[in-house]
């Protein structure tokens, strides 16, 4: 680079927030737009694909020009145009790429597709500008449960995964059954500050030969058969309890995985990212472990944990260092995976 500034434009709609933002030099955000949907999917229990994609269709373009407004600029000041492709539903990752696709094409800028779990795992960068690879991140959100070997910049190495329920996920089922209602992470967390996390103990689960994955449907199961159990036996179920005891066995699962993993890998710096990632309990447990250790511990704020186009943009900025760059036939991959090296 011959020493001037990256001015990045990026469009993030993988699930049901419309996002946009305007990030320079990877890790200083001038503009970070969110329009989100909760208050109508709320409505439903949680997110409805085709409700998602609609809304996306209807805010997309005030969004882009609100971060380009935030952010005092125009598109004839920025240097590229990043978006996520991928994993996401669909429908609204469709819009996002369209989008992107649109405002590069008619402004002749290049254009990066960021794969979704990347930008949360960037994020980290925005706020904790000392922070680089090498290290390990925990990728906690509604759709996702990864353990990742951040070895370089776009450079991972996946040692675990959910083989169900991503964690985020099993919140909000927990969060159903238990009546607490949509969305289930910041429900639960409410509620347990009022309950006892040994009330009721939850399984943890391990999966057999693969020391670093994940599973929490039989935890879901758990809950629901505890749920069940009580009401059939006339006895009394107290929400706050079983919100945190359930909360605990997650937690107990991540914080387990996680350091065994610091510990086999001889990491010096761990990271969480994800919207499962603003939880405090989540990010209290991880400190007290990272701490034992004497392990450097890193979060975003809980407004860069959930989706936002800040992270994408932050992801796209070393991508673009790198020379990707990708041509019109860029499209929404809902199935996409994070690449291990």
């Not at 993988?14 to 503009?31: F, H, I, K, L, Y």
């Not at 009330?199 to 069940?228: H, M, Q, T």
């Not at 179920?237 to 610091?262: G, W, Y």
């Amino acid at each position: 680079m011959d020493g001037q500034d990256v001015k990045i434009l990026a469009i993030e709609s993988s699930c049901d927030e419309t996002a946009a933002a305007v990030v320079v030099n990877g890790r200083d955000v001038r503009s970070n737009i969110i329009s989100s949907q909760i208050d109508i999917h709320t409505l439903y229990g949680g997110v409805v694909p085709e409700i998602a994609s609609r809304k996306h269709i209807e805010r997309i373009s005030q969004v882009t020009a609100g971060a380009l407004e935030a952010a005092e600029m125009t598109l004839d000041d920025i240097d590229a145009i990043a978006v996520t492709y991928g994993p996401g539903l669909v429908g609204a990752l469709l819009v996002g790429v369209a989008q992107a696709k649109a405002i590069a094409y008619a402004k002749k800028l290049p254009l990066i597709g960021v794969h979704h779990i990347e930008g949360h795992i960037s994020a980290n960068y925005i706020e904790n500008k000392e922070l680089e690879p090498p290290f390990l991140c925990l990728v906690v959100s509604g759709g996702h449960t990864h353990l990742v070997n951040v070895v370089d910049y776009g450079v991972y190495k996946v040692l675990g995964r959910t083989r169900d329920d991503a964690a985020g996920e099993a919140f909000d089922k927990a969060a159903r059954a238990i009546g607490l209602g949509y969305p289930g992470g910041p429900k639960i967390e409410k509620a347990s500050y009022r309950g006892n996390a040994e009330a009721i103990l939850f399984p943890r689960a391990k999966v057999g030969g693969s020391e670093y994955d994940f599973s929490f449907s039989g935890l879901k199961s758990a809950v629901l058969n505890y749920l069940n159990g009580c009401r059939m036996k006339g006895i009394e179920i107290v929400p706050e309890d079983v919100a945190a005891s359930f909360q605990k066995a997650v937690i107990d699962v991540l914080v387990d995985n996680a350091m065994r993993a610091v510990d086999q890998h001889h990491a010096e710096r761990f990271a969480i990212a994800g919207g499962v990632a603003s939880n405090g309990v989540l990010r209290n447990s991880m400190a007290a472990a990272c701490r034992e250790r004497g392990v450097e511990f890193y979060h975003p704020s809980p407004v860069l944990c959930t989706d936002n186009a800040a992270m994408i943009g932050t992801a796209a900025y070393y991508d673009y260092l790198a020379g990707k760059r990708d041509d019109w036939t860029l499209n929404a991959v809902p199935n996409l995976r994070l690449e291990s090296v």
